[in-house]
Every structure is written in C-alpha cells, then in structure tokens.
C-alpha cells in the first residue's frame, strides 16, 4: 500500500524563546537526548567483523563516526545521570582492522558514499587521532597507500566519469572530489609522528591541484550547459549531478562542493574568489526567484518538475542556507562579493524550511526534520558574531556608494535562527527510532529507510542534537559573562565543540569530519 502521508506536515510549533531560563531546559533536554539516542545506536546497530561497502551515508562506518565526534565532544554533553558513555570505545568496536577489499573505481572515490576503500582509512585515522594517550599518532602505510591513490585518481578523473552505463559528476560530497578534499582538510588539521608527517606531505601538498580542478569542472560544466542551454539560469560555476544535468544540493551538487571548496585556506582561494562569489550569489539569485525553493537541478529531471518541491538539504534549499554559512565565514570573499540577496535568501529559505521543512520522512539529517535544522546553529553563530555580518555589508555599501540594506537584514539576528533550530531539533524526539510511541495523528513520521544510519537515521540526529549542546552551552556562557566570555575555558570548548554538519562542515575545518 502506498504511504498515505504528506510530503511535510504544517508546522505549528513556535520558535523557543531565547533567554537563560528556556535554554539551560534546552541544554539538559538535548544531553538527555544525546545520551538516550546513544544508547539506542550502540544496542540496535550491528557490530561488525569486517569491512564491507558501505561509506558514511549507510551502514556501521557512519556509526563509527557519529560516536568518534561524540567522543570529541564529550566534556560538554555530561548530564546530571553521570559522566557520558564512553563513545570512544563504541566506536572502535564498529572500526575493523585492515583495508576493504573493495578496489578505488574513479565513480565511487568519497567516503561519504558506498564502495570507496577511503572509509576505513579515514576512520582508522579518526580512531588514531582520538587516542590521547598519544601526542602525535601515527597512519599505518597501507592507509596513507590507499589515501595516497584516492588523490591521484581524483586528480586524473574529468569533470564527468562512468558508473555503470551512466555517467555523472566528479566532484559531489557523496561520490566525488570535495568528499576527498574533505578528507584532506580534516587530516591537515592534525600533527602526526615525523614519519607519518613525512608520508603526508605529498599527499596534502596536492590539495591546491585538487582546487584547482575541482574549480576547471565547475567552469567547464558552466561552459557546456551555455553551448546547449544559453547564458539563461547559467551560474559562473556548475557542476553535473547525472550526465545533462546540473545539481544543486548539498549532497549532490555545487552548494554542497562549494561549501567545501569556501572550508580551504584563503590563500588557496584567492585565485577563484570571482568565480566563487558569482557562483553564490547566482545561486541565491535562483533561490530567491523560486520563493525560497531550490530547483534539485537545471533542467529540471522530470520526476521532480511538477508537485510539491522537496525541502531537504540533500536536494534543496536547506543546503543553500549551509553554503552562505561558509561564504559568510570566509572573511575575504564575503567582503568582496556580499550582496543583498545574500541576505534575502537566507531569509526566504529559512521562511520555507519553517514552514514546510517538518518531513513526514521524520529526524534524520539527509531527508528530515533534523537535516533542515542544522544550518540555523550554524547561521546563529554567524549573525551573534557581528566580526561576519557587519564587515561585508559595510564593504557593499562603500563598493556601492548606497546606505541602503535589504528590510529583512534588520530581522537575521542570532535569536531569530536558533529560536527555530531549537523548536524544530526538539520535535525531533517525537520521530522514529528515538520515539516508539504511537504517533500522534496530526503527525505520523514514518520509520527512517535506514534507522541506525549517519545521515538516514537516528545517528545523524543525535550528531545535530549534540551540536545543539555546543551552541546552547557557548550560549548561556555568553549570556552570563558578557565581554568576559573570550577568555572563558567553559566557553572555548563549547566553540571548540561545534563540529558542523557531518561531511559539510560550517564551523570551519574541526579534524573531525
């Protein structure tokens, strides 16, 4: 029988009222659900004996690497029932040893995805890296081997590849190049033993040329979709999702690879900034032109080109709201290229998400309720920081000569997009795996496709809700201490321990994907 429930419900919940009272029940309310949400992972997904092909989106590996950030952030999730599980070891119990005998095929080259052998090096890695008792870890030759050949062929593959009798894009999170830099950019964050730093250095020394290519496609996917298409909807940067046509989601296209292109240094960047702040604001330009809608992809494929628009950040416009976090916090590009649709669209995509972003999917980050939310922590960082906001509006209104701002960049506050992260992270206790209670019949979230996965699951949310404690505890810090805050050890660590969006980012380069 056909699933008889709508694509999203109405939304009548209200944003939660930002003061210490509500979020000190917030912070005790999401540690619970931390700790809880945990506990059911770790009883109800498999342990297993060996690799198999299976990435970070499905299966044990994301499992793996939903306890390893829980680990890292453990100082800030303590709750009154004790001391957090310990998630370290959780997490090696779904790390096996050796390699996946699943060779590197040019079409499967990220970890994020299914089949690529890069999973297991990079949370071999991870595992190393949260050792403390050591200072400087190493990386076994058999996993530098394997990340080693990943870069070589991500730097041989073309803007398009083979997979099966099909081709697609080489450059999205999920299967392409940016899921490699990815990698790249959290590995460069660590120091390691001298001999692993030694092995590494080639490796990480190509992270320009992987730029560099990773850019060339998006400008030969813009050059190609003008010769076809003309200049009409055409963006500076563009990138095939399936062969002949062009995506847009974080997962499966340019706003997710061009967040992860805005996390490299600026210096590395410098060069494409025109193309990137083009890119971004043509992006917004289509976003806004849609009521806060974006299209998953030009042309429109026909399955998606009529009925209700989707509202997911593997697709959509949640994933536009996570790019401008990065554009925001790249400093150089937002000073250059800030304009007042950058603010309209943050405010139109967040409208629509508010409305119609409560999936019948149910909690997870890809196709849900707690996907759609992430984006606000990371957007409250950015507008409670003025150092993001302030300095690019004024640089556009000196490029500009003009005095005039957008209405709506009066109404982008911190409180205005964690009042609606926290109503929305909080209903999603209400979903499936984490409540077997009957649904309520206003709204009957069905069971998630895969309910212990990272981003179809329970795990994922559980990663939101843990970095929900981060920004709710750096909050009320703030909150008490005033100007003070800057030099406060409770407060750094809970900045420290904002992670961003699992395989995205948002709060910068953390080590920890």
């Not at 979020?23 to 999401?30: G, N, S, Y």
């Not at 890296?129 to 400087?136: A, C, G, P, Q, V």
């Not at 967040?259 to 702040?277: N, S, V």
């Not at 750096?474 to 699992?502: C, I, K, W, Y």
Request: proline letters at 7%; charged letters at 20%; aromatic letters at 8%.
């Amino acid at each position: 029988m056909a699933d008889q429930r709508p694509q999203y419900y109405d939304n009548s919940l209200s944003p939660v009222d930002i003061n210490a009272t509500t979020l000190a029940d917030c912070l005790k309310q999401f540690r619970e659900a931390v700790r809880k949400g945990s506990e059911l992972i770790h009883e109800n997904s498999p342990v297993p004996d060996k690799w198999d092909k299976t990435g970070f989106f499905k299966g044990f590996p994301g499992v793996a690497l939903g306890f390893l950030r829980l680990n890292f952030q453990s100082p800030i999730l303590a709750d009154e029932n004790g001391p957090s599980p310990d998630y370290r070891q959780w997490a090696l119990q779904r790390i096996p040893s050796g390699l996946s005998d699943t060779p590197l095929i040019p079409s499967r080259i990220s970890p994020v995805g299914s089949l690529s052998p890069l999973t297991a090096v990079a949370l071999h890695i991870l595992a190393a890296l949260s050792d403390k008792t050591k200072e400087k870890p190493t990386i076994s030759s058999e996993d530098g081997a394997v990340l080693e050949e990943a870069v070589n062929l991500s730097l041989k593959n073309g803007s398009l590849v083979s997979h099966g009798d099909r081709k697609m894009g080489a450059d999205e999170m999920l299967y392409g190049r940016a899921g490699v830099l990815w990698t790249l950019l959290n590995i460069r964050a660590h120091h390691f033993d001298e001999e692993t730093e030694k092995a590494l250095a080639p490796i990480l020394n190509q992270i320009p040329n992987l730029i560099h290519l990773i850019i060339d496609a998006g400008r030969q996917g813009s050059k190609d979709y003008i010769e076809k298409h003309g200049e009409t909807d055409a963006h500076p940067l563009m990138y095939v999702w399936l062969e002949g046509f062009y995506g847009f989601g974080a997962v499966h296209g340019m706003t997710g690879i061009l967040a992860i292109l805005l996390a490299c240094k600026p210096e590395e960047l410098k060069p494409y900034l025109t193309d990137l702040g083009g890119t971004i604001t043509t992006i917004c330009k289509l976003c806004i032109a849609n009521n806060g809608h974006l299209p998953m992809s030009i042309p429109s494929l026909k399955s998606n080109s009529s009925g209700p628009r989707l509202l997911q950040i593997c697709h959509c416009s949640p994933g536009v709201l996570a790019l401008m976090v990065a554009a925001l916090k790249n400093r150089p590009l937002a000073e250059a290229f800030w304009q007042p649709e950058w603010d309209q669209v943050i405010y139109t995509a967040t409208e629509r998400t508010w409305e119609e972003g409560l999936l019948s999917k149910g909690g997870s980050l890809c196709h849900g309720i707690a996907g759609n939310a992430y984006p606000w922590l990371l957007l409250h960082d950015c507008y409670e920081d003025s150092e993001y906001i302030d300095k690019p509006r004024q640089a556009y209104l000196q490029r500009e000569k003009t005095s005039t701002l957008p209405d709506v960049s009066r109404t982008l506050t911190g409180d205005f997009f964690l009042s609606r992260a926290l109503a929305f992270l909080l209903h999603a206790r209400e979903t499936r795996p984490y409540n077997t209670a009957p649904a309520p019949s206003d709204r009957d979230y069905r069971p998630p496709d895969d309910p212990w996965s990272l981003f179809e699951g329970l795990p994922g949310t559980v990663c939101a809700w843990a970095d929900a404690c981060a920004v709710v505890q750096a909050r009320l810090r703030q909150m008490e201490l005033g100007a003070a805050v800057s030099t406060d050890s409770a407060f750094q660590e809970a900045r420290r321990s904002q992670l961003g969006f699992p395989g995205l980012g948002g709060n910068g380069v953390k080590g920890v994907f």
